[in-house]
C-alpha cells in the first residue's frame, strides 16, 4: 500500500495546526479506472484503425496493374505483348506468337484470378487440406483416390516440345502475374499463407477438375442403376430407368417406345411380392459379408455436387438437385440474315464469386500480313479460348451425359481381398500410400489400392470390391489439342480438332462463315467391346474373362457426327441427341430429361425468315413451364376436391393457382411455386416408397440419380396402379390430396399464400467460397443479385446457385453482332472496378457486345 500513502501525500499534505484532525478523502477509485480504460481504448482504436489501413493497404496492393509497363525478369517472351482492357476489364491480347499469349494470359489469370485457379488445381489433386485445415480432408480423400497429381506429371512428360512449351510460357506467366502484385492475393491474407507457385502439370490438374464437376467420377450413377436391376425385378427396373420418355428431342430419331407398367404378378408393393428380390439381397450379404473396408474404399456420395460447391460457392438441396448442365444452338447461313452461320451457348454451372469464365481476346499476325482474331472465354488456370470464334468458325459446348466410366466388379478369391482375376491369371492390387498434407495438424496418410482397370472405389451392397475405368485417369483424356480451333478455318477443321482434343467429352456444335453446321462429340470416346454378350457399359460387370473392357478410344473418324441437317438447325440441351448405332457408340452415362431440349427444338423451328443473334437470346430466356403444364391442370383438380379440413386454405391456394398462373417461371408467380413443389413432393413420396428396398439393401442409393424418372412417375400418378402405391394410401387419390395439403400448411408457415412466390425461394446466392465460411465478408465478397425467372426443365435455367454461367450468341466473321453477357464481373478481387462489371447485363438479359469495347487502359509486358 505504499504507493497508496505516497498518493495520499501527495494530493493531501497534513496541516501542522493544533485542532481536531480532519481525514483526507482520498480520490474515487473507479475515476482511476476509467481513465485507464479510456487510455487502453484509445490504444485499440489507435490499433484498430491501423489494423484497418494497413488491410486496406494490403487489399489495395493486391490489386491487378492496369496500365502502363511491366518488365519481367526470367521468362521466354520473344517480343512486348500489348493489353488492352475495356470498361468492363475484357483484355485484348496482341502478340508476335503464340507463346507469348499463353504467357499473358497466364500474367492475367493470376493477377485476376489465382485463388480461383489454386482451390481448381488443389480440387483434382487432393490438395484443400493444406489450404484449409481438417475440414477438407473428405473431398481429398476422394480425389486421392485418382491419383491426378502423378497422372497430370505424366502427362506433361508424354506433351511434344511445342505444347509443353507453350505450357511452361503460361506457368512463367502466371508466376510473373503474382510476383508483380503488390502485396499477395486477399485470400491468403485472410488465410494467413502464401499462394504456392504454378507448375505446368498444375494446367491439366484444372482440366481434371472440370471432368469431375461434369462427370459421375465416382460410379454413383451406375451403382445405383446395378442395385436397381439387381435387387428389382427386370420388368420393373426397366419402368423405373427408362432409356427415355416423350419429352426426348433428338436430333437424330424419335422417342422411345416407354416400358410397360409391370403387373401385380411381377412386384405388388402392397402385397409384399417384393420379397424375392429382397430375399436374394438379403441372401448374398450374408454368403458375402462385407468386411472392413481400407481406407480406400468406401463411396464418397455426391462427388460432383461437393466439387462443384467449391468451385461455385453453392450446394445444391436435395430436392433441387439438378444435373449441371447446358443449352447450345446453331441456324445454317441459309437462315440468317449474314449468311453465315449462327451459333448460340450458355453453360449452366454453379454460380459463384468469381464466375468460372474469363472473358479475352487474343490477336496474332497471320500469315498473308493480317490479323488473326479469337474471343471468348478461357478457364483460369489454362492458356487456351475454351468457348468463342476465330473469324471463320465458332463453337459451343454443352455437356454430353455419355457413359465416359465403367465399374468393374472385381473376381477375388475368399478371403483375399488383394488378388483379382484378370484375362491373365490373378494379379494382384497395387498400394499407394498418398500424404495429404493438412494445415494446422499432422499430416494423413491415405492407402489407394490400383487395379490394371483403375483404382479401387468401393464395395457394392454384397460386399465386392469395384474399380473404376473412367476417361479421367486414361493421360489422352487431358491435352493442348483444343488449342486447334483457334486456327480452324472451317467446319471440318474444327471437327478435326475437336477429336484429337483432350477435354471432358461435350457436345460440340459449331458453324463456319460459310454457312455450314455441325454436331460431334468433342473429347474421347471410350471403344467397349463385349457387345455381343449383352454389355454397353450401362451397369457394372467383371472384365475378368477379357471378353468386356475398353479397347482404347475411337479414331476421328469413328466419332458420330451431324453435319448441315436439312432443316438447318442444331440444338442440344444434355438430353439424347441421337439414336441407333451413334448411341451405343456413344452410351448413356445418364441423360437429361429432353423437356428443355425440345422448348428449343421447337423455339427453332417457329423463327421466320432471316435470324439475327438476338433471336437466339430470346430462346436462352425462354421461361415458359410447359413442362409443368400438365402437373398445374392435376393441382388444379386435386385442390378442387371437397376438403373438410383447412377448406378455406384450399380454396385460396386453388384461387392463386388457377389466377396467378401464366406458363412462366415467374418470379412473382405463386402458382408457379406450389405447381412446381407440388411435382417434387408427389416425386419424392412415390420414389420413396418404390425404392425403399433398394434403400435398405444400400444406404448410399439416391433415386435421383434415375434421370428419365418423370415419365414413369406420370404414368403412375395418371395411370394410378394400386399394386405400386406405398401401403400407407387408401388409394392414389388419397395420397395426391396428403401430398397437396402437406406442401400448402410446409408453403403458409413462411406467410400469407399470396406472398409466397417463386422468386422468394429461388433468389440466386452468388457467393465467393470465403464467404461460406466466415458469413461476416458475405456484404464485402458476395454479389446481390434480385429474384429471377427461370427453374429447369426451360431453356431459361436458373436456381438458387446454378444457372447460365455466360450467354452468347455469335456467326463467324460478323462477331461485332454477336452478343456476350456473363454473370460477376472479370475480376475476382472485390476492390477492382471488374468484379461486377457486366453482372446487371446477365440478370436482365440484356445483349452487351461480343468484342472487347474501346480501349480503357493499356498495359504492355516486356522484357
Known amino acids: ?317 436435395p430436392k433441387e438437385r439438378a444435373q449441371l448442365g447446358s443449352n447450345n444452338s446453331a441456324l445454317a447461313g441459309s437462315r440468317t440474315a449474314s449468311g453465315a452461320a449462327l451459333v448460340a451457348d450458355d453453360m449452366h454451372l454453379p454460380l459463384g464469386v468469381p464466375n468460372t469464365w474469363y472473358r479475352a481476346s487474343f490477336v496474332l499476325p497471320a500469315d498473308d500480313g493480317g490479323e488473326v482474331r479469337i474471343t471468348g472465354v478461357t478457364l483460369p488456370g489454362i492458356p487456351l479460348m475454351v468457348v468463342g470464334s476465330n473469324g471463320h468458325v465458332a463453337w459451343g459446348f454443352t455437356n454430353s451425359y455419355g457413359d465416359w466410366g465403367d465399374l468393374v466388379v472385381l473376381e477375388q478369391p475368399a478371403g483375399d481381398d488383394l488378388r483379382y482375376r484378370t484375362a491373365e491369371g490373378f494379379q494382384t492390387l497395387t498400394r499407394f500410400e498418398e500424404v495429404i498434407e493438412v494445415a494446422g495438424g499432422e499430416s494423413e496418410t491415405f492407402e489407394v489400392f490400383e487395379s490394371i482397370w483403375g483404382p479401387v472405389v468401393d464395395r457394392d451392397h454384397r460386399g465386392r470390391r469395384r474399380a473404376l475405368r473412367w476417361v479421367g485417369h486414361d493421360l489422352d483424356g487431358y491435352n493442348l489439342g483444343l488449342m486447334g480451333l483457334e486456327q480452324a478455318t472451317n467446319l471440318s477443321e474444327a471437327f478435326d480438332v475437336a477429336h484429337v482434343s483432350g477435354i471432358p467429352a461435350q457436345n460440340f456444335v459449331a458453324g463456319d462463315a460459310a454457312g455450314h453446321i455441325g454436331w460431334t462429340i468433342v473429347g474421347l470416346v471410350p471403344r467397349r467391346v463385349g457387345g455381343e454378350s449383352g454389355f454397353d457399359g450401362r451397369l457394372p460387370s467383371s472384365w475378368a474373362t477379357g471378353e468386356r473392357g475398353w479397347d482404347g478410344f475411337l479414331d476421328s473418324s469413328q466419332v458420330p457426327a451431324i453435319i448441315d441437317p436439312p432443316a438447318g438447325q442444331l440444338w442440344t440441351a444434355n438430353a439424347r441427341v441421337v439414336n441407333g448405332e451413334m448411341l451405343a457408340t456413344i452410351g448413356d452415362g445418364g441423360y437429361d430429361l429432353g423437356a428443355r431440349a425440345r422448348q428449343i427444338r421447337d423455339d427453332l423451328s417457329a423463327l421466320d425468315g432471316a435470324s439475327e443473334p438476338q433471336d437466339l437470346l430470346a430462346i436462352q430466356l425462354d421461361d415458359r413451364a410447359l413442362f409443368l403444364q400438365r402437373w ?103 395420397m395426391l390430396e396428403a401430398v397437396a395439403d402437406r406442401l400448402l400448411h410446409e408453403v403458409a408457415e413462411d406467410g400469407p399464400l399470396e406472398e409466397q412466390t417463386w422468386g422468394k425461394i429461388n433468389t440466386p446466392r452468388i457467393r465467393h467460397p470465403l464467404s461460406r465460411a466466415v458469413p461476416q465478408l458475405a456484404g464485402f465478397l458476395d454479389i446481390e443479385t434480385p429474384p429471377l425467372p427461370g427453374a429447369t426443365f426451360m431453356p431459361r435455367v436458373q436456381g438458387r446457385g446454378f444457372g447460365a454461367s455466360e450467354r452468347m450468341a455469335v456467326s463467324p466473321g460478323h462477331e461485332a453482332d454477336g452478343y456476350f453477357h456473363m454473370p460477376g464481373g472479370q475480376s475476382g478481387h472485390p476492390l477492382s472496378p471488374f468484379y461486377r462489371a457486366g453482372h446487371d447485363a446477365w440478370v436482365e438479359g440484356r445483349p452487351t457486345p461480343f468484342l472487347p469495347g474501346p480501349t480503357k487502359y493499356e498495359l504492355i509486358l516486356r522484357l
Not at 494467413?192 to 477438375?209: G, H, I, K, M, N
Open 1 to 317: 500500500m505504499s504507493s497508496q500513502g505516497s498518493d495520499d501525500q501527495t494530493a493531501f499534505p497534513r496541516s501542522t495546526t493544533q485542532g481536531p484532525r480532519s481525514r483526507p478523502r482520498p480520490r474515487p477509485r473507479r475515476r482511476r479506472w476509467l481513465r485507464l480504460l479510456l487510455v487502453l481504448l484509445a490504444l485499440l482504436l489507435v490499433v484498430v484503425a491501423g489494423a484497418a489501413l494497413w488491410l486496406r493497404h494490403q487489399l489495395q496492393d493486391s490489386l491487378p496493374q492496369l496500365e502502363g509497363e511491366v518488365a519481367l525478369a526470367g521468362v521466354a517472351l520473344s517480343a512486348p505483348v500489348r493489353i488492352e482492357r475495356d470498361e468492363l476489364g475484357i483484355p485484348t491480347l496482341h502478340g508476335e506468337d503464340r507463346d507469348d499469349l499463353a504467357l499473358a494470359t497466364g500474367f492475367l489469370h493470376a493477377q485476376e484470378r489465382f485463388f480461383q485457379m489454386d482451390l481448381m488445381r488443389r480440387q483434382a489433386a487432393g490438395e484443400l487440406s493444406a489450404l484449409f485445415g481438417s475440414a477438407a480432408l473428405p473431398m481429398d480423400r476422394n480425389a486421392r483416390l485418382h491419383r491426378l497429381r502423378s497422372r497430370a506429371e505424366r502427362a506433361v512428360e508424354r506433351l511434344s516440345p511445342r505444347e509443353r512449351e507453350l505450357l511452361e510460357s503460361y506457368a512463367a506467366g502466371v508466376n510473373a502475374g503474382l510476383a508483380n502484385l503488390g502485396a499477395r492475393p486477399f485470400e491468403y491474407l485472410l488465410l494467413r499463407t502464401e499462394p504456392e507457385a504454378w507448375r505446368a502439370e498444375d494446367s491439366f490438374l484444372v482440366v481434371l477438375a472440370m471432368y469431375f464437376v461434369l462427370q459421375d467420377s465416382d460410379g454413383s450413377a451406375e451403382s445405383d442403376l446395378g442395385l436397381l436391376y439387381d435387387l428389382f425385378p427386370r420388368e420393373l427396373a426397366d419402368f423405373l430407368a427408362p432409356r427415355g420418355t416423350g419429352w426426348d428431342a433428338p436430333l437424330v430419331g424419335e422417342p422411345f417406345e416407354p416400358p410397360p407398367i409391370p403387373g401385380p404378378e411381377i412386384y405388388d408393393l402392397r402385397a409384399g411380392s417384393a420379397a424375392e428380390p429382397l430375399d436374394r439381397a438379403a441372401s448374398a450379404r450374408r454368403l458375402s459379408p462385407s468386411p472392413t473396408p481400407p481406407a480406400a474404399d468406401g463411396r464418397f456420395l455426391a462427388s460432383r455436387e461437393r466439387i462443384s460447391a467449391w468451385l461455385g460457392g453453392m450446394s445444391l438441396s
Open 632 to 734: 398445374h391442370t392435376l393441382l388444379l383438380e386435386v385442390l378442387g376436391r371437397p376438403h373438410d379440413n383447412d377448406a378455406e386454405l384450399w380454396a385460396r391456394a386453388r384461387r392463386l393457382v388457377e389466377e396467378t398462373w401464366n406458363d412462366h417461371a415467374a418470379p412473382d408467380s405463386v402458382a408457379f411455386r406450389l405447381v412446381r413443389g407440388f411435382r417434387l413432393s408427389v416425386q419424392e413420396e412415390v420414389f420413396d416408397g418404390l425404392t425403399a428396398p433398394l434403400k435398405e439393401a444400400d444406404e448410399r442409393f439416391r433415386w435421383g440419380s434415375l434421370p428419365q424418372r418423370e415419365g414413369p412417375l406420370w404414368r403412375l400418378v395418371s395411370e394410378q396402379p394400386l399394386h405400386l402405391l406405398d401401403p400407407k394410401y387408401a388409394s392414389w387419390d388419397a
